[in-house]
């Protein structure tokens, strides 16, 4: 597989003439979410390899994103009838990443060609997609910069241009810092080696978000047996009330 | 200290929780409201998904409901006749409310409908039992020591048949009333995702005449069994009752039902009426405000779910 990307590479890249590939790895190819968790730092790094000297130009570029697992949200816009703020036309836009961070040596309009985006899905505008338009809401890209805009004061979209450092035109090294509110599945990390704008080549890495202990028997329980799990619910609120009136009573004697 | 929530998946301060918790215990107890209107917003506000707040937020309600009837209990508080009656014509006013519910969501505008009926009912009920306080209050400065308490005045109700003794109460009258009242309550309580206690309360006072004494056991003896039925449903249909976040508000709320019900005792019923009616009016203020201020993100987002 590798060297099949390889050939192509090769194959593709005859006019810049350079063979230059990624060799990639990730601190931790899993995250496991307790109860306690606040979070985990991932250290993506790697090296370029290379069988001939550096190019001295155009110079080297690394983009790193992670994201978490996707979904469809519905983007809302509120619109002001009869004196009162209403739910207005409303867009679905798929493949929306629960955690979108991008990391590079440069902003990416400076160091990624559009066609090249656009092959690859490398930004944020990229990955997301309109996949149902309401009649009144043929404004849709305003839509998505408005899920964009949201997500990223949120937190949970990123982008740090200066995120990657490269050494040497060797190493290189991007730290993330997944927030508490991560949602379970697998995350992707995709890595760009590029050089006047074009990619040369491609790594991926996965990390499996998952919960464990208490987390994990809480979410099975409630999704495989719902009608146990909302009676255990209401037994726990049943002896806590009971209990606290009991205490009480003792207390007060 | 953080702690990280399976269902919701968010991460959130331990200690907000218990907080909130004991706020709205307090309150539940103190008023015999079962705080669904306070407490979905609460959770909303430090970012847990809607879905579950108000799934949660019922459990929550289940637990310091039960704290404060036991509570209420001793003190022969709870008029368990009245609350059946209620309770049945609420099973009936839930079920209704659950279609309309359903109606309105295929319209769209689900809720704005939901904010539009929280403003019209708080909005009437907390002007009114404010007014109607703030004068029996005047009134007994004005007099002093003088009680204009009124004995039983007859009115249409007490004409209607199948009248039942009320002992806690002190009412013999018909079932047909407080049935209404309960199923009247239970279509509101579906549509608004609440216990209902905030309009219970006012109607067992003003339109039933129940003594404020056993009104707010009473509530909350209702309360248990609506917010149950809600837990179990959302449980099942949508998977969005937080055990880990009901277990941590349930721990804040039943310690704070025990101080709001003892509090209760030691206030005036006026006093008591008053304060509810600032609560209500508050809240019903806020909603307000919200629909008509340009809110600062006009776009809003909602996971659809596959």
């Known amino acids: 597989m590798k060297f099949a990307a390889f050939i192509v590479m090769i194959w593709a890249g005859t006019a810049v003439a350079q063979t230059e590939s990624l060799v990639t790895g990730v601190s931790q190819d899993d995250v ?43 983007v809302r816009r509120k619109e002001r009838r009869l004196g009162i703020w209403v739910n207005g036309p409303a867009t679905e836009v798929g493949d929306v990443p629960s955690y979108f961070a991008t990391a590079s040596t440069g902003p990416l309009e400076q160091i990624l060609l559009p066609e090249e985006d656009l092959r690859h899905n490398i ?62 599945g697998d995350f992707r990390v995709r890595l760009f080696l590029l050089r006047g704008g074009k990619v040369l080549d491609v790594q991926e890495q996965m990390i499996d978000v998952r919960k464990t202990g208490i987390e994990r028997q809480l979410t099975l329980m409630a999704h495989q047996q719902p009608l146990l799990y909302g009676l255990l619910s209401l037994l726990m609120a049943g002896i806590a009330g009971w209990g606290a009136s009991e205490v009480f009573r003792l207390l007060r004697r | 200290m953080q702690i990280y929530l399976p269902i919701a998946e968010v991460s959130v301060n331990l200690f907000v929780l218990l907080g909130l918790g004991g706020l709205v215990g307090f309150l539940s107890g103190m008023f015999g409201v079962g705080g669904g209107f306070l407490i979905t917003p ?36 709870v008029d368990f006749r009245m609350g059946a009656v209620l309770l049945l014509g609420g099973m009936l006013g839930s079920y209704l409310g659950v279609k309309i519910f359903a109606y309105m969501t295929a319209l769209g505008q689900v809720d704005v409908l939901v904010q539009l009926s929280y403003v019209v009912f708080l909005g009437f009920i907390g002007a009114t039992m404010f007014w109607e306080s703030a004068r029996s209050i005047w009134r007994s400065h004005r007099q002093g020591a003088a009680n204009l308490r009124r004995a039983h005045e007859h009115s249409w109700m007490h004409n209607l048949p199948f009248k039942v003794k009320f002992r806690q109460s002190g009412l013999y009258i018909s079932v047909l009333p407080p049935a209404l009242i309960g199923a009247a309550v239970g279509i509101l309580a579906a549509i608004m995702g609440v216990g209902g206690g905030f309009i219970l309360v006012p109607a067992m ?37 937080d055990m880990m976040l009901a277990f941590l508000l349930i721990v804040g709320g039943v310690i704070g039902a025990q101080f709001g019900s003892r509090l209760s005792t030691r206030l005036k019923a006026e006093q008591l009426r008053i304060l509810l009616a600032l609560l209500v009016l508050a809240v019903c203020i806020k909603i307000a405000v919200d629909l008509l201020m340009t809110p600062s993100e006009t776009y809003s987002l909602s996971l659809v779910l596959p």
């Open chain 2, 205 to 241: 006072i003003y339109l039933l005449g129940m003594p404020t004494r056993v009104v707010v056991g009473t509530s909350l003896f209702q309360i248990i069994f609506v917010t149950s039925f809600t837990t179990i449903m959302h449980a099942i249909n949508s998977q969005t009752v």
């Open chain 1, 32 to 74: 496991q979410i307790t109860a306690d968790f606040t979070g985990s730092d991932i250290l993506v790094y790697g090296a370029v390899r290379r069988d001939s000297p550096a190019p001295a130009s155009p110079p080297l570029d690394v983009i790193v994103t992670l994201e978490g697992p996707s979904n469809v949200v519905a």
């Open chain 1, 123 to 184: 930004g944020i505008d990229r990955r997301v997609r309109v996949t149902k338009i309401n009649a009144d809401a043929m404004d849709f890209p305003k839509y998505v910069q408005a899920l964009l805009r949201i997500r990223a004061a949120g937190g949970v979209f990123s982008s740090d241009p200066r995120g990657v450092r490269l050494a040497e035109e060797t190493l290189f090294r991007a730290d993330f810092a997944l927030p508490a509110n991560l949602v379970e």
């Open chain 2, 42 to 77: 609460l959770l909303l506000f430090i970012g847990v998904p809607p879905g579950v707040a108000v799934a949660t937020g019922a459990n929550q309600v289940v637990a310091s409901s039960i704290s404060g009837v036991l509570a209420q209990l001793r003190r022969k508080g």
